[in-house]
């Protein structure tokens, strides 16, 4: 079993930054790939941006690419959003996925384990 936890998760104004959190914790498995997903109300959850497990491999969401930026904390199994620019579009619950597989993963069905997610209001 794999834990995941989200945070950093808050109300910011249009423009701002914010760096969410990401920490999975649990089996034997020293790193994974992981990525971040998100859902604002009376949408599906789509892909944001995603990291391979220590080569610095990492893919984004084609609108988001300049503005977001997804790290990982050396061979921890602890990722980082760094958001700025931030947008009420961008308001939403956002949830990281650990994969348990090799490579990117794009979709939620790539992803074996999830957390409860972090909210992200931005205000206009």
């Known amino acids: 079993q794999v834990h995941v936890v989200e945070s950093g998760g808050r109300l910011v104004q249009t423009g701002d930054s914010l760096r969410l959190s990401c920490a999975a914790s649990?089996?034997?498995?020293?790193?994974?790939?992981m990525g971040w997903f998100r859902r604002s109300p009376g949408k599906e959850r789509e892909f944001v941006a995603a990291?391979?497990?220590?080569?610095?491999?990492?893919a984004y969401k084609d609108t988001l690419s300049e503005r977001f930026t997804i790290s990982r904390d050396g061979t921890k199994n602890t990722v980082y959003l760094q958001m700025t620019g931030l947008k009420p579009d961008d308001t939403a619950v956002y949830y990281c996925?650990?994969?348990?597989?090799?490579?990117?993963?794009?979709?939620?069905?790539?992803?074996?384990?999830w957390g409860q997610g972090t909210q992200v209001t931005v205000s206009s």
């Open positions: 996925g650990a994969r348990l597989g090799y490579g990117l993963g794009w979709t939620p069905a790539d992803y074996d384990y």
């Open positions: 649990g089996r034997a498995v020293s790193v994974y790939p």
């Open positions: 990291i391979g497990r220590s080569f610095g491999e990492t």
